[in-house]
């Protein structure tokens, strides 16, 4: 067909029956009911209608944008065969000069039934292909829609553009085909990302490196280790010195509640008593002094019932010169003969100039052998050869023996002593390297293994991170501090921050201190009555394991004067009550019992909130806290204040302060970084007053707990 240059080509008109049967409408539609399609340029030809209000049953209708170029297909249209299609046509070919399409514009009435409607769409091909495209819409009447319907339908969409869809235009799209492939599209997506999320999870978390557990402190890392020096703890017969049968029924079961979690027993070995019991002559048995074998059983057993562990003292560097072993090494016995430090010379003349620690020679000359025997200590404490292996092999036995019996480790006395130089030179070596004599230890159980040794080299018993001994005691807070004079709280810092620093950091083993023992003087002695409950916070709370000596949780005091031994003072018995003697017997004690017995007994200070046993019970406690097991130490010294904080995330922190000087101390610790921010003050001071953030002012052996 060809092109009219001249004017557009009719449009046709021709109407076709709706498939769907048009709702009943007023013969005169009310104005503004109706819309328009403005003419729009060619290659681009849309449409769109407005819903411009009106009343029921009027209608609304749209129409998607139609693209007529390029041509996508051939419709076969003629002017005299018309091409009729649904809408949804995609092209239509430019050669035709006018196409008149039935389009089927399905909407909804105001009362949301469906309707459809006929509307002829005339497109008409003017002069040239700048010319526009007219599209004339009618309603079923006829009449044709202006631009005045336009304006009022553009109106009525912006009122109506948010309002939602009815459940049957809901229906429609859950039906359809296209949305039911984007929802189940959409659908496994969302479990797909949410399954690979899951397992990027699964595998972050395991390829991730947990946090390290602190490794789980052991029961002598714990509680405080509480010495009991069995001649003067309780007498249960009346001769006047004590023995395991009171111990296994007295204070025993109060030592849990005080804190304690394993007991160090002095030796109750079979001997004569010449040094208080450090002169074994039998090791495998108990000396009548202390009562049975049976009475031992039943003091372990009694333990065991309350959770306590025994340490036993055991000397491996010596035995009494009763001792069966030292007699037939006197008479050359088979394997015996080697069993002690011999040396042959001149009855007049001692092997060198070695020193016993009681003073004169450290070696004494038998007549019955013709030989020298080494004794460092007292001369009826001959000196065992540990470097002979029958020897080891023996007290490797003796280990195993009372371990089997229920103990649970054992305290090594004299360490420093156990090997000498074998060339016997002048200046004996002291070899703490080593280790085998730990063996029948860690063949039996994983128990503690203590050892004595005044040195300032400890750290060399320890071994590496531990082989040789568990627990070198420190006697750092003993030999630094003899009377009050020596007293400072930068002496006490120095008597502890490099020995932690260097059994922590550099040894990787664990700490202890030990304020007083059967050997040297007490805390009360020492450091006076008003710091008493001070040193017994710092080393309460400090890294590492606090021995107490019996009777230091009451503050008790050494006494005044000796009656047979230099150590005689800090022996003194155990005050019980205010009864005669102080509950320690019904006869005549061993020892003096000390003056200040009747107000520092152990009844009267377990009914004292204030006392210095119940000061040490809270002391106890709070050493479980992880802050003090697990947590960081940073100490401060300012002025004559010594303390420190023990922090771990997620527990309640500890900041510990105490004046050693003699007059009042201000403490700013607003700046450092431990300090909280609120908590509470727990503070016990010599006279029982207060203190208050706010105040930071410290006087005279006041301490005090922040939490």
């Not at 948010?162 to 799209?173: G, R, V």
């Not at 017995?597 to 106890?620: G, I």
Request: proline letters at 7%; hydrophobic letters at 35%; a negative charge.
């Amino acid at each position: 067909m060809e092109k009219s240059t001249t004017e557009c080509t009719k449009a046709y008109t021709e109407e076709t029956p709706s498939t769907t049967p048009a709702p009943k409408r007023p013969s005169h539609p009310r104005p503004g009911s109706r819309g328009v399609l403005l003419s729009i340029p060619f290659k681009s030809v849309s449409w769109s209608g407005y819903k411009s209000g009106g009343e029921a049953p009027g209608f609304c209708w749209d129409v998607s944008k139609m693209n007529l170029s390029p041509p996508k297909q051939t419709l076969g249209a003629t002017e005299n065969s018309p091409v009729r299609q649904k809408f949804g046509v995609k092209s239509l070919p430019e050669e035709h000069q006018a196409l008149q399409l039935k389009v089927v514009v399905k909407g909804r009435t105001e009362v949301g039934t469906q309707c459809s409607f006929n509307y002829h769409i005339n497109i008409h091909d003017c002069d040239s292909v700048a010319s526009s495209k007219s599209i004339n819409l009618r309603d079923e009447q006829g009449r044709k829609w202006g631009s005045e319907d336009v304006e009022k339908g553009r109106r009525a969409q912006k009122e109506n553009n948010f309002k939602p869809l009815s459940k049957e235009e809901l229906a429609e799209y859950a039906k359809d085909p296209f949305w039911s492939k984007i929802r189940w599209l959409l659908f496994i997506l969302f479990w797909t990302l949410w399954a690979g999320m899951l397992v990027v999870s699964i595998i972050i978390i395991v390829l991730t490196p947990k946090c390290p557990t602190p490794k789980p402190k052991e029961w002598w890392q714990k509680a405080p280790i509480y010495e009991v020096y069995a001649k003067s703890f309780k007498d249960s017969d009346g001769d006047g010195l004590g023995d395991l049968k009171v111990i296994s029924i007295n204070y025993i079961s109060n030592l849990p509640s005080l804190g304690v979690g394993s007991v160090w027993l002095s030796p109750v070995y079979k001997s004569p008593m010449d040094d208080n019991g450090y002169d074994i002559a039998d090791f495998e048995s108990i000396d009548p002094t202390f009562g049975s074998m049976e009475d031992f059983k039943e003091l372990v057993a009694e333990m065991k019932k309350r959770g306590l562990k025994l340490i036993m003292d055991l000397v491996p560097n010596h035995s009494s010169d009763q001792h069966p072993w030292f007699q037939k090494s006197i008479e050359k016995d088979g394997e015996y003969t080697d069993y002690y430090v011999w040396r042959a010379g001149d009855s007049s003349t001692p092997p060198n100039n070695w020193l016993s620690v009681f003073g004169g020679s450290a070696w004494s000359f038998d007549e019955r052998r013709g030989e020298w025997y080494l004794h460092q200590f007292k001369k009826s404490q001959p000196d065992l050869n540990l470097r002979n292996p029958l020897v080891i092999e023996r007290l490797k036995e003796v280990m195993k023996f009372w371990l089997n019996l229920g103990v649970d480790g054992y305290r090594f006395d004299s360490v420093a002593h156990m090997f000498e130089s074998e060339d016997f030179a002048d200046e004996p070596a002291n070899d703490a390297s080593n280790s085998d004599d730990e063996t029948a230890y860690n063949e039996t159980s994983p128990r503690i293994m203590m050892t004595e040794a005044y040195t300032d080299d400890l750290n060399k018993y320890y071994g590496p991170n531990g082989t040789i001994s568990h627990m070198p005691i420190n006697f750092n807070l003993i030999t630094a501090f003899k009377d009050k004079s020596t007293v400072s709280a930068k002496a006490l810092h120095n008597a502890i921050i490099p020995y932690i620093a260097e059994v922590k950091e550099v040894n990787h083993t664990w700490p202890n201190f030990n304020l007083g023992n059967h050997d040297n003087p007490r805390v009360r002695s020492r450091f006076g009555p008003e710091l008493i409950d001070g040193i017994n916070m710092v080393v309460m709370l400090l890294p590492g394991t606090p021995i107490t000596y019996y009777g230091e949780e009451l503050g008790m005091e050494d006494l005044l004067e000796v009656q047979n031994d230099p150590r005689d003072p800090e022996r003194s018995p155990m005050i019980w009550n205010d009864q005669e003697n102080a509950g320690f017997t019904n006869g005549t004690p061993w020892l003096k019992i000390t003056d200040n017995y009747k107000s520092l007994n152990a009844e009267v200070q377990m009914n004292d909130p204030l006392s210095h046993f119940s000061n040490y019970k809270v002391l106890a406690k709070l050493r479980m806290n992880d802050a003090v097991l697990l947590g960081s130490f940073d100490p401060v010294l300012e002025g004559d204040v010594f303390g420190y904080s023990r922090i771990k995330k997620g527990n309640p922190g500890l900041v510990v302060l105490v004046n050693f000087g003699e007059d009042n101390a201000l403490v700013d610790l607003h700046e450092r970084k431990f300090f909280p921010d609120y908590g509470t003050i727990s503070i016990v001071s010599q006279k029982g007053s207060n203190l208050t953030q706010e105040e930071n002012v410290y006087s005279p052996g006041n301490r005090v707990l922040f939490q």
